[in-house]
């Protein structure tokens, strides 16, 4: 009896292909977003590579910690800080200022999107 069209499988294998790439870019650009903060910051010894690993990092922290109520978002940042700091051997001072200019970047970055793609800025 047949198990269906041979095409389903494929289209499943190509979907999770793309989900792995869509997650691997997403890295790149957010670890290439922190490289960036963490220079405005003055952070030295910046590199892509140690920027993604903050990310990964800080992402995993701050959402394993982020489930606490109340207080949660509040220690997920401090953690994903600390990761910075951590990973760039610097102090809590440009980690912080790093994780800042990260957002900052970020939001200009959206916005010139915006303009350049037509979208209003009012709906945001």
Not at 4 to 13: K, R, S, T, V, W
Not at 31 to 52: C, H, P, Q, W
Request: glycine share 12%; hydrophobic share 70%.
């Amino acid at each position: 009896m047949p198990m269906g069209p041979p095409i389903i499988p494929g289209l499943f294998a190509a979907m999770g292909f793309m989900a792995v790439l869509v997650i691997l870019i997403a890295l790149i650009i957010a670890g290439f977003f922190l490289m960036i903060g963490a220079k405005f910051a003055g952070i030295e010894d910046v590199t892509l590579g140690k920027s993604m690993i903050a990310v990964v990092g800080g992402g995993i922290l701050a959402l394993l910690i982020g489930w606490i109520p109340a207080i949660g978002w509040i220690l997920g940042i401090i953690a994903y800080i600390w990761v910075i700091k951590t990973v760039f051997n610097t102090d809590w001072g440009k980690a912080a200022i790093a994780w800042l200019m990260t957002i900052v970047v970020e939001i200009i970055v959206m916005f010139a999107f915006m303009v350049l793609l037509g979208i209003s800025v009012a709906l945001f």
